[in-house]
T-cell receptor, first 113, second 114 residues
Framework: GENVEQHPSTLSVQEGDSAVIKCTYSDSASNYFPWYKQELGKRPQLIIDIRSNVGEKKDQRIAVTLNKTAKHFSLHITETQPEDSAVYFCAASLSNTGNQFYFGTGTSLTVIP | DTAVSQTPKYLVTQMGNDKSIKCEQNLGHDTMYWYKQDSKKFLKIMFSYNNKELIINETVPNRFSPKSPDKAHLNLHINSLELGDSAVYFC?????????????FGEGSRLTVL
């Protein structure tokens, strides 16, 4: 089955700096890579996603890049703000097994004011 | 209007007891899931149902039994609870079997086994 690794497990940045979270996946058949944000005590919510036919996608301060050859994808947050503090999860999805999402182990991001 | 709702939100019980968590979605989605999030925040899929049929059953103890009376509901029943079952259980739903479907999570049910 798919194996998704995520690094780092914790990340602290100063407000205004950038944050980068990296994930690798094992199954080359995976073709959809969403990122979820989970604030303390709340549910995970989708913040951005990327499909395998795209190398980069941006939405305001967040962007995701995908390298299919190397089987890794990254989340970039620029101009970080305290409200960006949360746990971020990457995921990979195998289209040929229906709606099966494999999550990374999560990154706890702290933005220091 | 809550899209994915699950009850109860908190559940404290003794080892050996049987308990259920209910989940309902009003998004018209075809696929529903149960995820377990442990104390280290790992999100692990347990089950997935599509139109009331089981399509994913990860390696979980058979003390856990999901039931889907219709495609808007997916309940989780746990028998003979153990300390290691303590976790937050998230119900989720998505549209169809397309791998591009966004997962909508419920608020979670925090289970504490004493």
């Amino acid at each position: 089955g798919e194996n998704v690794e995520q690094h780092p497990s914790t990340l602290s940045v100063q407000e205004g700096d950038s944050a980068v979270i990296k994930c690798t996946y094992s199954d080359s058949a995976s073709n959809y890579f969403p990122w979820y944000k989970q604030e303390l005590g709340k549910r995970p919510q989708l913040i951005i996603d990327i499909r395998s036919n795209v190398g980069e996608k941006k939405d305001q301060r967040i962007a995701v890049t995908l390298n299919k050859t190397a089987k890794h994808f990254s989340l970039h947050i620029t101009e970080t703000q305290p409200e960006d503090s949360a746990v971020y999860f990457c995921a990979a999805s195998l289209s040929n097994t229906g709606n099966q999402f494999y999550f990374g182990t999560g990154t706890s991001l702290t933005v220091i004011p | 209007d809550t899209a994915v709702s699950q009850t109860p939100k908190y559940l404290v019980t003794q080892m050996g007891n049987d308990k259920s968590i209910k989940c309902e979605q009003n998004l018209g989605h075809d696929t529903m899931y149960w995820y377990k999030q442990d104390s280290k925040k790992f999100l692990k899929i347990m089950f997935s149902y599509n139109n009331k049929e089981l399509i994913i059953n990860e390696t979980v103890p058979n003390r856990f039994s999901p039931k889907s009376p219709d495609k808007a509901h997916l309940n989780l029943h746990i028998n003979s609870l153990e300390l290691g079952d303590s976790a937050v259980y998230f119900c989720a739903s998505s549209h169809g079997t397309s791998s591009y479907g966004e997962l909508f999570f419920g608020e979670g049910s925090r289970l504490t086994v004493l």
